[in-house]
């Protein structure tokens, strides 16, 4: 009952398309509604990999609603957000979730919290509810001292694999530090595209 009429408003799979920078258009669309959040769902890059559409979608958001929080995960035909080849830079993430994220947007890898006043909603990738996340973060522990080893955080091509594997062990780290945090008064939503 604490949760009725909590609106988060749900976008997805718009493909790079031009309407992320209509400001008319989601201004009219928008008019007199009233969300606490919004939750973009994937596929909003695409296979084109082009991100300005994306990232003209979150600046018309936050022009519209400036004090609701903007959480995104990836879709199947988004470019990797991840990175784990060998590219030059010690960055993890992909250049769109970067942009996404200088934006304002928050990429929803992890459970995240989201406080509305006493109510607390956790936004959750839905893959993490399948996952045994003390167990995956002992199997990393050991995949990173296996790598350590070899000497992989060392190597030009070697080293993205491991700065990917840090990025995923600080990933389960806190994922399993918010599970403790939970309570069965929390709403929990699993985010999925």
């Known amino acids: 009952k604490a949760y009725e009429g909590l609106t988060i408003l749900h976008i997805s799979d718009l493909h790079a ?10 201004k009219n669309l928008l008019n007199g509604k009233s969300y606490k959040a919004v939750v973009i769902t994937g596929d909003m890059v695409g296979k084109s990999g082009e991100y300005e559409p994306f990232l003209s979608l979150i600046h018309n958001l936050k022009q519209i609603n ?12 988004d470019p990797t957000p991840v990175l784990t080849t060998n590219r030059g830079t010690p960055q993890g993430l992909a250049k769109w979730v970067l942009a996404a994220q200088e934006q304002g947007a928050i990429f929803l890898d992890r459970p995240t919290l989201l406080e509305l006043g006493k109510k607390k909603v956790w936004l959750t990738p839905q893959y993490l509810y399948d996952v ?6 002992s199997t990393l522990y050991n995949q990173k001292a296996d790598m350590e080893a070899q000497g992989m955080q060392y190597d030009s091509v070697g080293g993205a694999t491991y700065r990917a594997l840090i990025y995923r062990i600080e990933l389960m780290e806190r994922t399993v530090i918010s599970m403790r945090e939970m309570t069965s008064e929390d709403l929990q939503i699993a985010v999925n595209h």
């Open 66 to 77: 400036a004090d609701a929080p903007i959480y995104f995960i990836a879709g199947n035909e």
């Open 17 to 26: 398309s031009p309407v992320g920078s209509d400001l008319e258009l989601w």
């Open 132 to 137: 045994d996340a003390e167990g995956m973060l």
